[in-house]
C-alpha cells in the first residue's frame, strides 16, 4: 500500500493534495540499504536491520477502506468525500495489481516487505 501510495502522490491529480504530507518512508527495493546509512548518519549503530517477506490477507473491500483510512489518517481525513471515494478506488487498483486473488469473493492477499531494526544510540555528554 506504501508503494501505491508513493505512486499517487507523483500523480498531478494527487501530488497538489499531498503535498506537505510525509511519506514516512520512499518507497525502495532496498530497505536495508536504505536504512542502515540513514542509522549511521544519524549516530545509531545498527544491530539488526533485516527484512522478511509476508502477506496480509483481506476479506472484504471494508478492511482495505478501514486499514487505508488508519494508515493515511493525516492526509485521507482532508479529502472531500468525493476525493476520498476517488483515492480509496485508485489506490485499491494499485495494490490489486500487486495482489494475489485467492479464489473467495472479495479476498485478496497483499504481499509486502517487512522490516525489522533494532538500533541503538549512544548518549551524548549532555544527555543525564
Known amino acids: 500500500m506504501q508503494q501505491s501510495y508513493y505512486k499517487m502522490a507523483k500523480e ?6 499531498i503535498t506537505g ?21 544519524t549516530g ?6 533485516e527484512t ?3 502477506s496480509m490477507t483481506l476479506d472484504n473491500f471494508t478492511e482495505y477502506i478501514n486499514l487505508v483510512s488508519i494508515m493515511y489518517y493525516s492526509f485521507f481525513d ?3 468525500s468525493e476525493q476520498q471515494k476517488e483515492f480509496l478506488k ?15 469473493p472479495d479476498t485478496y492477499d497483499f504481499p509486502y516487505t517487512g522490516l525489522t531494526v533494532v538500533a541503538t544510540k549512544r548518549k551524548c555528554d549532555h544527555d543525564v
Do not use: A, R
Open 12 to 17: 498531478p491529480k494527487w501530488k497538489h493534495l
Open 21 to 41: 504530507q510525509k511519506i514516512f518512508v520512499d518507497y525502495t527495493d532496498d530497505p536495508v540499504g536504505y536504512f542502515v546509512p540513514l542509522l549511521k548518519s
Open 44 to 49: 545509531f549503530k545498527t544491530d539488526v536491520c
Open 52 to 54: 522478511s517477506e509476508t
Open 78 to 80: 482532508k479529502l472531500s
Open 90 to 104: 485508485e489506490n485499491f487498483e494499485n495494490c490489486l495489481e500487486m495482489s494475489t486473488y485467492l479464489g473467495e
